[in-house]
């Protein structure tokens, strides 16, 4: 059986100030020996030029992968081929593609519409050169018409050639159980590693949830309204959380877990460190 795999996800920055602060996020967690930190693209590959600059700075000031995103959302094929070069040319083996979101106030969604075509895309033009990491939802994609079309967005992008998975966040285990059971039931083989957001920011984390369609369940939300403006003490509380559902998720044979960092390293390193996670 393959063994476990962890992982950080970042975003570019956008300043030399936070620049110098996510140096000093991918330094501390480096220590941990995770497998490999991401780095997303920004709505309409906003952040193109940034995130293969972000990703191949942790690869060397690390020794651990960096592995892009690309989303096809807003973007040519052309501009897609000479991303794919782009990042070839540079080394990468590994990526995470995505349909992607339109900036706001854009118009138009590029040549291609759906991860699958992207995931085709990137096979067509590089073969096996690429790992392919897709996203899938546990909660399903609240653009979905239904449950069953959400699954099978995702089956599209495993047969199109993605070779494993990242979750979006959720709080119910249950739910990602489940949803590992659809899979097998359709056929999906692919790994499927559940994606985890460390709760440090309570008003944050509800402005995510909306726009991705993650639940917080009424628990949860009930005791981050009763710590009101203790940071303090929702971020303990948020590590706990967070923690007891590593620790069930794992337990129930999860092959690893990604953490949401948003470029921060207190959350995730003190989850990490009491799951007692190996190093690589």
């Known amino acids: 059986m393959p063994a476990n795999k962890y992982s950080f996800e970042f975003f570019p920055p956008r300043t030399e100030e936070a620049a110098s602060r996510l140096r000093e996020t991918w330094s501390c967690l480096a220590l941990l020996g995770p497998d490999f930190f991401s780095v997303t693209y920004g709505a309409g590959g906003g ?4 995130t293969l ?3 191949l700075a942790i690869q060397h ?7 892009p995103h690309i989303s096809c ?6 501009e897609l081929e000479t991303t794919l ?3 070839r040319s540079a080394g990468v083996r590994h990526v995470v593609a995505l349909r992607g979101d339109l900036p706001s106030g854009s118009i138009g969604r590029g040549s291609l519409q759906h991860a699958s075509e992207l995931v085709q895309l990137i096979r067509h033009t590089t073969g096996d050169w690429f790992h392919i990491e897709v996203a899938c939802y546990p909660e399903f994609h609240p653009q979905a018409k239904s449950p069953a079309a959400d699954l099978a967005n995702f089956q599209r992008k495993v047969d199109a050639g993605a070779n494993s998975a990242l979750t979006q966040y959720f709080y119910n285990p249950d739910a990602y159980f489940r949803f590992l059971d659809s ?3 359709l056929g999906i083989k692919v790994p499927i590693v ?3 957001m460390p709760i440090i920011n309570s008003t944050q984390l509800i402005r995510f949830s909306e726009a991705c369609g993650a639940e917080i369940p009424r628990w949860i939300m009930k005791r981050l309204q009763e710590f009101g403006d203790d940071v303090q003490a929702i971020r303990a509380f948020g590590v706990d959380v967070t923690t007891a559902l590593c620790e069930r998720l794992l337990a129930g044979g999860a092959p690893g877990l990604h953490l949401y960092t948003m470029n921060r390293s207190e959350a995730a390193e003190r989850i990490w460190r009491n799951l007692d996670l190996p190093r690589r």
């Open 47 to 50: 952040t193109r030029e940034r």
């Open 73 to 78: 959302t807003g973007a040519d094929i052309a």
């Open 183 to 185: 899979c097998g039931g």
């Open 53 to 55: 600059e972000t990703a």
């Open 85 to 87: 070069e782009r990042y």
């Open 61 to 67: 000031g690390t020794g651990i992968e960096g592995v």
């Open 194 to 196: 559940p994606g985890v």
